[in-house]
């Protein structure tokens, strides 16, 4: 998120934790960055798959992986130009 804000003028992160009507525990962070395209959004799980030039592709694949471990799920929505939205459910 902090790099995905890196240039926008009104750079914005936001942090929420919630219980889900089932009991499931959930963590997202959203930002206001410059949002990754459809094309994508599947791929940025796949290791090593990166859409910045500095990424190592590790972050996300690994965080599925152990959110999987745990019974648990990660979901990414994305618009370009408008975002992006992590969720983490257990």
Do not use: W, Y
């Amino acid at each position: 998120a902090m790099d995905a804000v890196a240039d926008s003028p009104q750079p914005e992160i936001v942090l929420s934790c919630f219980t889900e009507s089932g009991g499931q525990v959930c963590i997202s962070v959203r930002d206001n960055g410059e949002g990754i395209p459809a094309d994508r959004l599947e791929q940025v799980f796949v290791p090593f798959f990166s859409t910045r030039n500095t990424g190592s592709g590790i972050g996300l694949s690994l965080c599925k992986q152990i959110m999987r471990l745990h019974h648990g799920q990660i979901q990414l929505d994305s618009e370009p130009g408008e975002g992006t939205c992590v969720t983490l459910r257990l």
